[in-house]
């Protein structure tokens, strides 16, 4: 349910509903399209692509029982079978792996290598380390043997007709290898999602120029490349757009015709200098939310035609973590992804928390390692502008609205390395 309450900020004219995040997120997640466009690529093209269709074998793996061993394979008969003292064994075969043997008779065995087939009539598999090799050419083994010591049984990893990655699945090198391993050269994977992004605001300035008074460099452009990049978005990147409405609305013109998400930063507080707001508004449709979370707070969300738009706050700690909590699940599932939502462990806080806040907060922490449970460690200072405080920490502490606690607190923890990808 959506909390409706509005809040009248005081300087602009329209109320701005107030949302918890989890209110933000359900309605940004419920309104993500899954862009269907797939292509069918290598796999070693497809790293980290998000998988579109289900993958099944049509082969067992291993194929057929093989040797999990470098030894001898063995035909016990009955009465070898666990028994006490030494038993030798003539040997009347060899199979390397890749080639097969002929039928083993009754108390022979074959020199066999690791993941050569099992021959007929074999039932069990010494390794060689056990076995030794008598004057006479036998074998002699001392110890007990059992039936079907170290034989890999067919279809003993994967059955034939077996779903070996399921579609939306992110793909790792692991499942890359699987589906090599059942004979599958190419796979059908939902295209990269084309991403618009520009900045606004006459204050910025790019790195390598030389700042005058009152400017500042221009970071945010650095780090929404960067995200969406590690994402594997391709961007579409109009860099620094003039503060005024109509260069406003000509980037927006622009990247409504190819992308199919436009993400800007800054501009969308109430002030009179921010543009994106009124832009949005005229072209498409616009919410402007204000979010009980801290950092952030106001995000903008709409719709230019097809194309979806998230307009993150300009401080540059709200714009990283924003597009961390928001923009993220957005953008996974937009490509397809079955796992979209920020996933958190548990870790404990080596701070107090004394104020008990309105909003919900994420704070930049370090976890110590070496501490069973970890602990975590916060930045001493955690305001928004502060873009060290994301640099020195590896992740977010979430501390819930109303709360207080002392220093031992069990806490939800977001790293960074997962939430970055
Ligand atoms: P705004 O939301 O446009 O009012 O911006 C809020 C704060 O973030 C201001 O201090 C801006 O100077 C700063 N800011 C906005 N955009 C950027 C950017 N691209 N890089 C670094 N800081 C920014
Ligand atoms: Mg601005």
């Not at 049509?58 to 008969?77: C, E, H, T, W």
């Not at 260069?247 to 994106?276: N, R």
């Not at 602990?375 to 109303?402: F, H, R």
Request: charged share 20%; proline share 5%.
């Amino acid at each position: 349910m959506i909390n409706n309450q509005q809040v009248d900020c005081g300087c602009d004219t329209i109320p701005q509903p107030l949302l918890s995040i989890d209110e933000a997120l359900e309605l940004l997640i419920n309104s993500a399209q899954i862009i269907d466009d797939i292509q069918l690529i290598e796999l070693d093209d497809a790293l980290n692509k998000i998988l579109a269709v289900d993958v099944c074998s049509d082969i067992f793996v291993p194929g057929f029982d093989n040797s999990a061993m470098d030894g001898y394979a063995i035909n016990l008969k009955q009465d070898q079978i666990n028994t006490t003292g030494g038993t030798t064994f003539e040997i009347t075969d060899r199979i390397p792996a890749g080639s097969t043997g002929s039928t083993l008779a009754a108390g022979c065995a074959a020199r066999i290598f690791t993941g050569a087939p099992i021959p007929k009539g074999a039932n069990t598999v010494i390794m060689q380390e056990e076995c030794e090799l008598l004057e006479n050419g036998k074998i002699e083994i001392y110890r007990p043997i059992a039936l079907n010591e170290n034989i890999r049984p067919k279809g003993n990893d994967i059955q034939s007709g077996d779903v070996i990655l399921p579609k939306g699945r992110q793909l790792q090198p692991q499942d890359i290898a699987l589906a090599a391993s059942v004979g599958v050269n190419k796979l059908a994977v939902f295209n990269k999602i084309r991403v618009g992004v520009f900045f606004t605001g006459d204050e910025l300035v790019e790195p390598g120029e030389t700042l005058k008074a009152g400017q500042i460099f221009n970071s945010n452009r650095y780090a929404l490349v960067a995200l969406l990049n590690n994402l594997g978005c391709e961007v579409v990147n109009l860099g620094n757009i003039k503060d005024t409405f109509d260069a406003t609305c000509q980037a927006l013109e622009k990247l409504k015709l190819d992308c199919d998400l436009i993400i800007t930063t800054g501009g969308v507080s109430v002030g009179e200098e921010d543009h994106v707001k009124p832009a949005v508004e005229t072209l498409g449709q616009l919410d402007l939310w204000r979010i009980k979370m801290k950092p952030g707070k106001p995000l903008a969300f709409g719709k230019i035609e097809n194309c979806a738009f998230i307009g993150l706050p300009g401080n540059p700690v709200s714009a990283m973590v924003t597009f961390l909590l928001f923009a993220r699940p957005f953008i996974k599932k937009m490509q397809g992804a079955s796992h979209y939502l920020n996933t958190s462990f548990k870790v404990v806080a080596n701070f107090d928390w004394y104020r008990a806040k309105p909003r919900r907060e994420f704070v930049r922490v370090r976890l110590e390692r070496a501490s069973s449970p970890m602990q975590a460690n916060q930045y001493p200072k955690q305001g928004s502008d502060v873009l060290s405080s994301m640099v020195w920490a590896d992740g977010l502490v979430e501390i819930p609205e109303k709360t207080t606690f002392k220093s031992g607190e069990t806490v939800n923890f977001y790293p960074f390395n997962e939430m970055m990808l």
